[in-house]
């Protein structure tokens, strides 16, 4: 594995991990309102799908976005200024947490009903497939929402016409409070996939390498005219829902077992020679780590000293993201007057 | 200048806008081999081919969706909904992405999609096909709603709505499909959401559309011939509202009656009345008078159903009514 790509995904997965806890803490302390969904523990999905991801493909994604949108070149700054509703937000303070949007980076939205994703990528990819343009739509959505009704309309017609789509689910194993085998019938949500013709696998959403090289073959095929093609990353979230949402539906022990398993701290082992030891990895007991460390015993890329200077050069960029969201200035209504008159600005209605 | 019937001006407007920007494209159930329901897709398959003419499944949140997703990378999805009764199903696309996405993106995404439907009481298609929601989408801001009555408006409005980056929906009547008009290709359009005098007339205005706007001009006539000058205000759009044509005419004939076919209650007609009240009332000699649909699910047998929305006779009653109560003639 090349030494640049794994450096670039590690401190892409400590810029997620820091921004969501930056986030966090501006929300308990009143700076951040509304709705706050976080995305710590699932950091190796984005990373690793969005590494494999070339700059003019298309991203569409969920309420739980921030770090979509930060994986795929967004500046942190604007990130968290649409968080606190600011005028330079992303959106311009029209969109907030779970609506994030940038047209130059091909961010084609977070949305906020559940399901909505399937439709807005089966238009993109539609586009592209009319257009014979090499790029992919990659859709991200949760399990929770394949129980929608777009989910099975929008396989059926990306699968119908080859539209070059890649459906990624990030499969944390809850609608909020519901646990996965209570709403589904089919827990595997791959198989679902396998219905309508398209090629599915499922992988493990905790091992960045593995969702990187599964979302390359599949961006791989995307791109050779073999039409759509799924991945199901099985994946945990360490907080609740939203941060309204105490989380206290799931056991500790679950809770414990899937930290013990952190992809970040997985991605660090990969890196580092020094940490953790053997008898650590063996009482977390996950195979994906001790996999991960056995592969960095063979080859490292980086020492102690420079994870920590990344991990500081990081946590600066962050900090950074959070004084400029505070000092920015709040949009006016004319801002908002402007952005919903936009696209008419030339027309004479009557 | 050609005579057309109201579909024939559609298809027209269809085929040239195709033919004029290769970003065009159209999909829906039945479209493409088949042509439409109501014929107004009728020969652009072969012409176009099925990417640009696209026959979808029964998925009408997500076919209507991918237009929502195809505009904003840049195409102008015409997307045709076979009966706004089944729009109900795509209100997820209209009213929460299609109406909200340019504005949540601080104005970074325009939204050039259409959405054609056919709509209105027609004949006997039971209630869930005899339905007037057009004033659903009225309340969703970053909606704009166009309602032609004439082939003449099909033709232009349509064109203007494909060329527009907002989305627009065409609200085209299923009894007006088969009514015949000029259509002349040559004129200048007036603005997409401008209202247009039908009749003109001094005594009271009356403001409708869509195909109450034939009614109100028939029943116009038979007042003509009892004395009494009532001008018809075709409005062609329902999301904007012309306020203006509507003002001015008001305080001219000192009486607005507003006749509509959908529902009384929380009607288009609620609107028209408290907003022009609000403009001109004192401007008004009697109060605002409306003449709308029963609050019934349409009744399947044909003489309910026709009973059930405005016919010519009770426009004329409610004008006259209108009229004698501020001239003390006695009824």
Same mark, same amino acid.
């Given at each position: 594995m090349d030494s640049n790509l794994m450096q670039a995904m590690l401190r892409d997965m400590l810029r997620a991990r820091a921004f969501e806890e930056a986030?966090?803490?501006?929300?308990?302390?009143?700076?951040?309102?509304?709705?706050?969904?976080?995305y710590p523990g699932e950091e190796a999905v984005a990373v690793g799908v969005l590494h494999a991801a070339e700059p003019g493909d298309y991203v569409v994604s969920t309420y739980r976005e921030h770090v979509h949108a930060l994986v795929r070149g967004i500046s942190a700054r604007s990130i968290m200024a649409e968080l606190h509703g600011k005028k330079t937000g992303v959106s311009s303070g029209m969109g907030g947490s779970m609506h994030l949007f940038d047209r130059e980076r091909r961010f084609l939205?977070?949305?906020?009903?559940?399901?909505?994703?399937?439709?807005?990528?089966?238009?993109?990819?539609?586009?592209v497939g009319y257009r014979k343009l090499p790029e992919a739509v990659i859709c991200f959505f949760g399990d929770g929402a394949v129980n929608q009704g777009t989910f099975h309309e929008t396989l059926n017609m990306a699968a119908l016409w080859k539209l070059p789509i890649l459906f990624v689910c990030e499969n944390n194993h809850y609608q909020i409070g519901t646990e996965i085998h209570?709403?589904?019938?089919?827990?595997?949500?791959?198989?679902?996939?396998?219905?309508?013709?398209?090629?599915?696998?499922?992988?493990?959403?905790?091992?960045?390498?593995?969702?990187?090289?599964?979302?390359?073959?599949?961006?791989?095929?995307?791109?050779?005219?073999?039409?759509?093609?799924?991945?199901?990353?099985?994946?945990?979230?360490?907080?609740?829902?939203s941060m309204s949402d105490p989380g206290s539906y799931r056991p500790e022990a679950e809770v414990k077992a899937y930290?013990?398993?952190?992809?970040?701290?997985?991605?660090?082992?990969?890196?580092?020679?020094?940490?953790?030891?053997?008898?650590?990895?063996?009482?977390?007991?996950?195979?994906?780590?001790?996999q991960f460390f056995d592969r960095c015993c063979q080859d490292g890329h980086i020492d102690d000293a420079a994870l920590q200077r990344l991990q500081s050069e990081v946590q600066s960029e962050i900090d950074d993201a959070v004084q400029f969201a505070i000092q920015s200035p709040q949009p006016t209504m004319e801002d908002a007057q402007a952005a919903f008159t936009q696209n008419r600005r030339f027309e004479t209605l009557v | 200048m050609t005579d057309l019937l109201y579909w024939q001006a559609l298809n027209r407007a269809m085929h040239i806008e195709l033919a004029?920007?290769?970003?065009?494209?159209?999909?829906?159930?039945?479209?493409?081999?088949?042509?439409? =329901?109501?014929?107004?897709?009728?020969?652009?398959? +072969?012409?176009?081919?099925?990417?640009?003419?696209?026959? *979808?499944? @029964?998925?009408?949140?997500?076919f209507t969706g991918l237009g929502v997703g195809a505009a904003m990378l840049g195409l102008r999805p015409v997307v045709e909904i076979m009966t706004i009764n089944f729009a109900l199903l795509a209100m997820d696309a209209i009213v929460?992405?299609?109406?909200?996405?340019?504005?949540?993106?601080?104005?970074?995404?325009?939204?050039?999609?259409?959405?054609?439907?056919?709509?209105?009481?027609a004949r006997q298609l039971g209630a869930q096909h005899s339905q007037r929601l057009e004033v659903m989408f009225m309340n969703v801001p970053g909606l704009r709603i166009v309602v032609p009555s004439t082939p003449q408006d099909a033709y232009w409005q349509l064109r203007q709505a494909i060329r527009s980056d907002d989305p627009i929906l065409v609200l085209e009547h299923e009894l007006l499909y088969f009514q015949k008009?000029?259509?002349?290709? =040559?004129?200048?359009?007036?603005?997409?959401?401008? +209202?247009?005098?039908?009749?003109?007339?001094?005594?009271? *205005?009356? @403001?409708?559309y869509s195909r109450m706007s034939t009614v109100a001009q028939e029943a116009a006539a038979v007042l003509a011939s009892e004395g009494i000058e009532m001008e018809v205000i075709d409005l062609r759009s329902l999301s904007p509202i012309d306020w203006e044509s509507c003002v001015q005419s008001v305080s001219r004939?000192?009486?607005?009656?507003?006749?509509?076919?959908?529902?009384?209650?929380?009607?288009?007609?609620?609107?028209?009345?408290?907003?022009?009240?609000?403009?001109?009332?004192y401007q008004l000699d009697a109060p605002i008078q409306r003449v709308a649909a029963l609050d019934l699910p349409t009744p399947f047998n044909g003489a309910l159903e026709a009973a059930t929305i405005p016919a010519k006779e009770n426009v004329v009653q409610a004008a006259r009514k209108l009229m004698g109560l501020n001239q003390g003639v006695s009824q």
């Open positions: 986030a966090a803490q501006g929300y308990a302390q009143g700076q951040i309102a509304g709705f706050l969904h976080l939205g977070g949305y906020a009903i559940v399901g909505e994703t399937f439709p807005i990528a089966l238009g993109a990819g539609y586009a209570r709403h589904s019938a089919v827990v595997d949500v791959y198989r679902r996939a396998c219905a309508y013709g398209i090629p599915a696998e499922q992988e493990d959403g905790m091992d960045v390498l593995a969702v990187y090289a599964a979302a390359q073959r599949a961006l791989h095929r995307v791109r050779s005219g073999d039409g759509p093609q799924f991945l199901e990353l099985t994946t945990y979230r360490y907080r609740g829902h930290e013990a398993a952190d992809p970040i701290a997985a991605a660090i082992h990969e890196v580092s020679l020094q940490y953790p030891s053997q008898s650590e990895l063996a009482a977390a007991g996950h195979d994906c780590i001790r | 004029e920007d290769d970003s065009v494209f159209t999909l829906g159930e039945d479209v493409a081999l088949y042509g439409g =329901t109501y014929r107004v897709t009728e020969g652009l398959l +072969a012409k176009y081919g099925e990417w640009r003419v696209r026959d *979808t499944p @029964i998925s009408e949140n997500s929460n992405m299609a109406a909200k996405i340019p504005f949540m993106s601080g104005g970074q995404f325009p939204m050039p999609l259409t959405i054609r439907m056919p709509g209105g009481i008009g000029v259509v002349d290709e =040559t004129a200048i359009a007036p603005p997409l959401h401008q +209202a247009q005098i039908r009749r003109a007339g001094r005594d009271l *205005t009356c @403001i409708t004939t000192h009486h607005c009656l507003i006749v509509e076919e959908d529902c009384r209650f929380a009607g288009t007609g609620a609107e028209f009345c408290a907003t022009l009240q609000e403009f001109c009332f």
